[in-house]
């Protein structure tokens, strides 16, 4: 199958990104390497894991990284597990493409299996946000809470304004369009902090996301009997 970088230096170049990156999360963490039947999954563990897990699944295109914002609050709590999304840009590595909703199902299962976490808190942004949901829905017997961010395609169908906003940065991968691309996705025009910027731009340029579902609405039927922790699981 094909490689998620285009070279050995691009993966070079963005692993250095990626580590620069994780100074910013100012926590101890562990890099965890969990084999699963679609290739290795990096996992970054921070905290205390006899607390209560919380995994986090991040957007398409911005890694584990992407969470260093929020990292000490929710230590105070939970031990959180940031998952690199197998086949997007990160450390994770894929040896078979992830195509389709039961690929992803079958993939998260066998890493929480991997992590022995028999129910978490399991939240989710953007294309992260749909994966969540769509775990959730299989295997709701798995999940504590589910926290949804702006979970793309989930509840409504991605709008074409979003494919003309994120496209060319896929496209082009100049530095402007890939600047205008997270300005619009900030909802507020803010730019992205200068080390965790020059990740993003690794990845554009050197990578090629293979994930391969596409989020799409979730049916009413599929919710009828959905329940987490004998409580409605809300977004």
């Known amino acids: 199958m094909a ?4 070279t050995v230096e691009d993966e070079q170049e963005y692993l250095l990104r990626y580590s620069q990156s994780l100074a910013l999360f100012e926590a101890g963490f562990t890099s965890l390497h969990i084999q699963t039947s679609f290739g290795e999954t990096h996992v970054l563990c921070f905290g205390d894991t006899n607390k209560p897990p919380l995994l986090l699944l991040h957007g398409m295109t911005m890694s584990s990284t992407m969470w260093y914002p929020n990292i000490k609050h929710w230590l105070q709590e939970r031990c959180v597990y940031a998952v690199d999304v197998l086949g997007d840009f990160g450390k994770s590595k894929p040896s078979m493409v992830v195509k389709s909703r039961q690929d992803a199902r079958r993939w998260m299962l066998e890493v929480v299996d991997a ?3 028999d129910k978490v808190d399991l939240a989710g ?3 992260g946000g749909f994966l969540a949901q769509n775990f959730a829905l299989a295997h709701p017997e798995r999940l504590s809470r ?3 961010y702006a979970p793309a395609g989930t509840f409504h169908k991605i709008s074409l304004k979003f494919f003309a906003k994120i496209y060319p940065a896929l496209l082009f991968h100049t530095e402007k369009w890939i600047d205008n691309a997270f300005a619009w996705f900030s909802g507020k025009g803010e730019p992205l902090h200068p080390v965790f910027r020059a990740q ?3 990845g554009y340029r050197g990578a090629k996301p ?5 989020p799409s609405v979730f049916s009413k039927e599929e919710f009828h009997s959905f329940r987490c922790d004998d409580a409605p699981c809300w977004g």
Not at 3 to 6: P, S
Not at 210 to 214: D, I, P
Request: no cysteine; glycine share 0%; net charge positive.
């Open 200 to 202: 993003v731009i690794a």
């Open 210 to 214: 293979l994930l391969q579902v596409m």
């Open 115 to 117: 992590l022995q976490l």
């Open 3 to 6: 490689a998620l970088f285009k």
């Open 146 to 148: 589910l926290i949804l």
């Open 125 to 127: 942004h953007s294309m």
